[in-house]
């Protein structure tokens, strides 16, 4: 391994984990890609190598969808659980992930670059925890009983209900954001449904999936119905949504690509659901309790690196306390301790890749170029890994790049407004995305007028980033389509039948 660096505290397991031949889970089974080759996962701390897996491409995609067709035919091992048994898989596999989560959440901080200690006490107990969530409603996918009247066939009886069967096989293609966490909104409620799935992680992240696929088949479930395929999006992600054989395809990732599966899916009308980019506002009255909103609207975009499809990126600050505001927030961002994840007393660690780190310093600077200035950061942190400064951009203007587009990185972008308007109203929802948004005020009447009028899929008030299995999340505009998490998700994974009897 030629990136030991910085790898003192890892636990034997995990070393064992990077260090060992990584496969792919095809059938229950671990296999190397059908062409042998594989590629390099690296720490975003350092930039060195830390493991390989392979590349899968259309074949191992193809062996990958049948097995998970096997698994959903009438009959198999997997079609013949109760719902209570099917439950109690996916219950166990929350149940594993908390007994391994001192050993997920160091993979996941070494793979993805988030401090260990938020890897700890966020991604994988969220992760345990929706699992444990989704379990119980397998045994509650009812359907319902329906009296249909039927005007045209008078004196005629009828008895009719409802079922509610899974879709059959299932892609689901996830970012590196939250690697485990994303692997979990997707695989909890498609397992509790019954469905069967091709699962592909991100490129830059695919060593907790690998390891949520042995854990699955620790808790018990049957060969074929997780298959994981690591590789990239064109030659493994590509292939997957093409595939006759797949009834659904599952997306989180960027609005750009969602749009490309858009597309791909035109040619057989698979159903999708997709979770995509946000831009999303947070307004910050001057009635607001500013001890909890200055931290908490810094938190909001500083959280993971600002790599959060729900990032509160845009500041709308009202003119009284503008000042106090955005001084409280750049003073918050210059005393937040950057580092490497694995170090436990790091807030906030690394981008997750080259890519990623050249992306959002290019937001920076083309911010700067257009007349903004940064109030905190403004630059790349340090000359090794991919870090850069918690920043806060000021004096910026409605137009500009770096107010419109998902930037994905630690940048906020704060301005000013006087009154709660209509004019407020159209700047917070000035964007092509609708993700989440913010609301910081003690005026409970101004609260549900303006909860009310943000175009998002979620409002958060007073409080930011707060996400949990019961709660349902998704987008608004080009945010996506449908929602993960709380009972509706179950919809993404489910066909409803109408079974109609004369009498
Ligand atoms: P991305 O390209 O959208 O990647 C998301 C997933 O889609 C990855 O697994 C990716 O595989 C796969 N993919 C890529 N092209 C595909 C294709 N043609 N068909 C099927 N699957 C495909 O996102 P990214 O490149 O990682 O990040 C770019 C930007 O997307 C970020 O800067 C950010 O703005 C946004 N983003 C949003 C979210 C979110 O949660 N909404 C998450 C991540 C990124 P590979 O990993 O192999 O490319
Ligand atoms: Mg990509």
Same mark, same amino acid.
């Given at each position: 391994? %030629?990136?030991?660096?910085?790898?003192?505290?890892?636990?034997?397991?995990?070393?064992?984990?990077?260090?060992?031949?990584?496969?792919?889970?095809?059938?229950?089974?671990?296999?190397?890609?059908?062409?042998?080759?594989?590629?390099?996962?690296?720490?975003?701390?350092?930039?060195?190598?830390?493991?390989?897996?392979?590349?899968?491409?259309?074949?191992?995609?193809?062996?990958?969808?049948?097995?998970?067709?096997?698994?959903?035919?009438?009959?198999?091992?997997?079609?013949?659980?109760?719902?209570?048994?099917?439950?109690?898989?996916?219950?166990?596999?929350?149940? $594993?992930? $908390?007994?391994?989560?001192?050993?997920?959440?160091?993979?996941?901080?070494?793979?993805?670059?988030?401090?260990?200690?938020?890897?700890?006490?966020?991604?994988?107990?969220?992760?345990?925890?929706?699992?444990?969530?989704?379990?119980?409603?397998?045994?509650?996918?009812?359907?319902?009983?329906?009296?249909?009247?039927?005007?045209?066939?008078?004196?005629?009886?009828?008895?009719?209900?409802?079922?509610?069967?899974?879709?059959? @096989?299932?892609?689901?293609?996830?970012?590196?954001?939250?690697?485990?966490?994303?692997?979990?909104?997707?695989?909890?409620?498609?397992?509790?449904?019954?469905?069967? @799935?091709?699962?592909? !992680?991100?490129?830059?992240?695919?060593?907790?999936?690998?390891?949520?696929?042995?854990?699955?088949?620790?808790?018990?479930?049957?060969?074929?119905? $997780?298959?994981?395929?690591?590789?990239?999006?064109?030659?493994?992600?590509?292939?997957?949504?093409?595939?006759?054989?797949? %009834?659904?395809?599952?997306?989180?990732?960027?609005?750009?690509?969602?749009?490309?599966?858009?597309?791909?899916?035109?040619?057989? *009308?698979?159903?999708?659901?997709?979770?995509?980019?946000?831009?999303?506002?947070?307004?910050?009255?001057?009635?607001?309790?500013?001890?909890?909103?200055?931290?908490?609207?810094?938190?909001?975009?500083?959280?993971?690196?600002?790599?959060?499809?729900?990032?509160?990126?845009? $500041?709308?600050?009202?003119?009284?306390?503008?000042?106090?505001?955005?001084?409280?927030?750049?003073?918050?961002?210059?005393?937040?301790?950057?580092?490497?994840?694995?170090?436990?007393?790091?807030?906030?660690?690394?981008?997750?890749?080259?890519?990623?780190?050249?992306?959002?310093?290019?937001?920076?600077?083309?911010?700067?170029?257009?007349?903004?200035?940064?109030?905190?950061?403004?630059?790349?942190?340090?000359?090794?890994?991919?870090?850069?400064?918690?920043?806060?951009?000021?004096?910026?203007?409605?137009?500009?790049?770096?107010?419109?587009?998902?930037?994905?990185?630690?940048?906020?972008?704060?301005?000013?407004?006087?009154?709660?308007?209509?004019?407020?109203?159209?700047?917070?929802?000035?964007?092509?995305?609708?993700?989440?948004?913010?609301?910081?005020?003690?005026?409970?009447?101004?609260?549900?007028?303006?909860?009310?009028? *943000?175009?998002?899929?979620?409002?958060?008030?007073?409080?930011?980033?707060?996400?949990?299995?019961?709660? !349902?999340?998704?987008?608004?505009?080009?945010?996506?389509?449908?929602?993960?998490?709380?009972?509706?998700?179950?919809?993404?994974?489910?066909?409803?039948?109408?079974?109609?009897?004369?009498?």
């Amino acid at each position: 391994m %030629d990136g030991a660096k910085g790898l003192e505290t890892l636990s034997k397991e995990v070393l064992q984990f990077i260090n060992g031949k990584r496969k792919l889970l095809i059938d229950g089974k671990w296999v190397e890609s059908q062409s042998g080759e594989t590629f390099e996962v690296y720490n975003p701390a350092t930039g060195q190598v830390i493991a390989h897996v392979p590349a899968g491409n259309k074949e191992d995609v193809d062996m990958a969808v049948k097995a998970a067709r096997k698994a959903f035919t009438e009959g198999s091992p997997w079609r013949k659980l109760t719902p209570s048994e099917r439950g109690r898989i996916v219950s166990r596999i929350g149940d $594993l992930i $908390l007994k391994y989560a001192d050993e997920l959440a160091q993979l996941e901080s070494l793979d993805n670059g988030k401090p260990v200690s938020v890897a700890r006490a966020a991604d994988i107990p969220l992760a345990a925890d929706l699992f444990h969530y989704m379990s119980g409603f397998a045994t509650k996918l009812d359907g319902s009983t329906i009296q249909p009247s039927v005007p045209y066939t008078p004196g005629a009886e009828y008895h009719a209900y409802t079922r509610r069967e899974p879709i059959g @096989v299932v892609g689901q293609i996830i970012p590196w954001n939250f690697p485990l966490l994303m692997a979990a909104w997707k695989l909890g409620p498609a397992l509790t449904s019954g469905c069967t @799935v091709v699962l592909k !992680p991100a490129e830059e992240t695919p060593l907790t999936a690998l390891r949520l696929g042995e854990i699955c088949q620790e808790a018990g479930l049957p060969d074929g119905v $997780l298959n994981i395929i690591t590789g990239f999006g064109e030659t493994t992600g590509a292939p997957l949504v093409a595939h006759p054989l797949v %009834d659904k395809i599952a997306f989180t990732g960027s609005t750009e690509v969602g749009k490309l599966i858009v597309k791909a899916a035109a040619h057989d *009308l698979k159903k999708l659901s997709l979770e995509l980019g946000g831009k999303s506002p947070v307004i910050i009255l001057d009635d607001a309790n500013l001890d909890i909103a200055i931290p908490g609207a810094a938190n909001g975009i500083f959280f993971n690196q600002g790599q959060c499809c729900a990032a509160g990126s845009r $500041l709308y600050i009202q003119e009284k306390v503008y000042d106090q505001v955005v001084e409280g927030i750049a003073k918050y961002a210059k005393n937040l301790k950057v580092g490497p994840g694995l170090d436990p007393t790091t807030q906030l660690g690394p981008l997750v890749s080259q890519i990623q780190l050249e992306r959002v310093t290019g937001f920076i600077e083309s911010g700067k170029s257009q007349g903004a200035s940064a109030a905190s950061g403004g630059s790349r942190w340090g000359n090794e890994g991919y870090f850069v400064e918690p920043t806060l951009m000021v004096n910026t203007e409605d137009h500009m790049k770096v107010v419109q587009e998902e930037i994905f990185g630690p940048v906020v972008v704060a301005t000013k407004f006087k009154d709660l308007d209509d004019d407020l109203i159209r700047r917070a929802n000035d964007s092509v995305f609708g993700l989440a948004s913010g609301i910081w005020s003690q005026d409970i009447s101004k609260v549900h007028r303006l909860a009310a009028r *943000l175009q998002a899929g979620t409002v958060w008030v007073n409080c930011y980033n707060i996400f949990d299995a019961s709660l !349902p999340f998704g987008g608004f505009k080009q945010s996506g389509w449908g929602r993960e998490m709380g009972s509706l998700v179950l919809n993404n994974y489910l066909e409803s039948k109408t079974v109609c009897i004369s009498l």
